[in-house]
């Protein structure tokens, strides 16, 4: 806001003001008869106050090269009123180059493990594809002293869409906006939909195909959740979207939302947490339920300069919360009979971050999944319970990231999936070449 100081200067547009309103201003004054000394004195008076409040009104006013105090450029994005708003996100190009004739088309690039599984079991050349769908933008706003509490939120989208809404590979390449993340933060509260908490980001591996391991926890629903101070670190508590999922097809019949729960310490020497979640699977066709839950354990340990270990390992009914929905919740073929029966799993994920030098890394990750319960041969309409062939899945990732500035990143990824056949000791393997560029703004 421009200020000044010492003796007052009228602008010209002021004094223009004030003589034009010099008339009015007599007329409303004094009797037309009345031209005594006094009376024009007052009247010199009354001009000149008015000249200073008009001068006063300019002179305090912003100018047009200057930032107006009410919407101010700030380094975490723009301030309006108490409300800083900021914008962000990032431009991913992906050449994928896969075996077994799967190039990972344009038309859906989640890469689902059960999918990889069904590219395995076929003959054919390597194929080539890109995808730029990875791609994200955000918002996000935090407003000052709202009910004594900051007031923060977020929204995060991408156009990476399911396979029921697939876009002209041919001609346009285009595809609709999908929501990851909207949620709200005060107080230690927060609303709407964001990862679950029984998911530990803090020991995900950085990859190029983020997210796509054998079995790594990583969902993002909608949810209640409360965050609140614990020695060394803070505890998670929250309800969480219910869905169960028996295979391809979602129930919306549960009673009950999700429990989950996470102990997170912070230290120099590391992230460590420990997790549970509670569930209950229902189906009224058959009017029955049962409640179970699972267990996960996730660290990252800091080694040498800036290299560092993350591990996590999930036992129970994991179902579509580990390997992006690689096993059903529960057992198919005894659904299919009128029983729910949790489907018993265990994953375990441990991975290596090592910066060959400041701008260069790579990391090397093993992840492994497996069915604790016994499974047999049955008909081909329903296999073995499951969503597809295979009972276990492991993969194995390795990269090489080059960052030259904060903005950019360029890296060449090769990854390797083996799927356990079930009631067998054959295997079936998928490999996959990625080449990213990840601009971020």
Do not use: C
Not at 23 to 37: E, F, G, K, T, Y
Not at 188 to 193: D, L, N, P, R, T
Not at 339 to 351: C, F, N, R, S
């Amino acid at each position: 806001m421009t200020t000044r100081n010492g003796s007052f200067r009228a602008h010209p547009l002021t004094r223009a003001v004030a003589l034009a309103g010099l008339p009015l201003i007599a007329a409303m004054s004094m009797p037309a008869n009345a031209q005594d000394d006094a009376e024009v004195e007052e009247l010199r008076q009354r001009v000149e106050q008015l000249e200073q409040k008009l001068g006063a009104a300019v002179s305090t006013a912003p100018e047009a090269t200057q930032d107006n105090p009410y919407i101010l450029r700030e380094g975490d994005g723009l301030k309006i009123g108490d409300t800083t708003i900021s914008f962000g996100g990032f431009i991913k190009a992906d050449l994928i180059y896969g075996s077994n004739g799967n190039g990972t088309t344009n038309a859906y690039s989640v890469g689902l493990a059960r999918n990889f599984a069904s590219f395995a079991t076929t003959d054919n050349d390597w194929k080539a594809g890109f995808s730029a769908r990875e791609s994200r933008f955000s918002f996000g706003t935090e407003t000052e002293d709202v009910g004594g509490h900051a007031l923060r939120t977020y929204l995060e989208m991408d156009f990476n869409t399911g396979a029921d809404a697939p876009g002209n590979e041919v001609v346009s390449n285009s595809y609709n906006p999908r929501l990851r993340q909207a949620y709200g933060a005060w107080n230690g509260w927060e609303f709407g939909q964001t990862y679950t908490t029984f998911s530990d980001l803090a020991a995900l591996p950085e990859i190029l195909n983020q997210g796509k391991m054998a079995a790594f926890i990583y969902t993002t629903q909608p949810m209640i959740r409360y965050n609140m101070a614990a020695p060394g670190g803070k505890i998670m508590v929250s309800l969480e979207e219910p869905e169960d999922g028996f295979g391809s097809t979602s129930y919306d019949d549960q009673s009950y939302p999700d429990l989950a729960a996470r102990y997170q310490v912070r230290g120099n020497y590391g992230f460590y947490s420990i997790a549970g979640l509670v569930r209950s699977l229902e189906d009224d066709a058959s009017d029955d339920s049962k409640v179970t839950g699972a267990v996960s354990l996730s660290a990252r340990i800091p080694t040498f300069g800036r290299d560092d270990l993350r591990m996590q390992y999930s036992y129970g009914s994991l179902g579509r919360y580990m390997g992006l929905f690689t096993y059903p919740d529960v057992d198919l073929v005894e659904q299919a009979q009128g029983e729910v029966d949790p489907l018993k799993t265990y994953g375990a994920t441990i991975a290596y971050r090592h910066y060959w030098s400041p701008t260069w890394r790579s990391s090397l990750v093993g992840s492994h999944t497996e069915i604790v319960d016994d499974l047999t041969v049955r008909q081909p309409a329903q296999p073995n319970g499951t969503l597809s062939y295979f009972d276990s899945s492991t993969s194995v990732h390795a990269n090489l990231m080059w960052t030259p500035h904060a903005n950019l990143t360029l890296g060449v990824e090769y990854s390797y999936w083996d799927f356990g056949v079930i009631a067998s000791e054959s295997s079936e393997q998928y490999e996959q070449v990625m080449a990213s560029a990840i601009m971020q703004f």
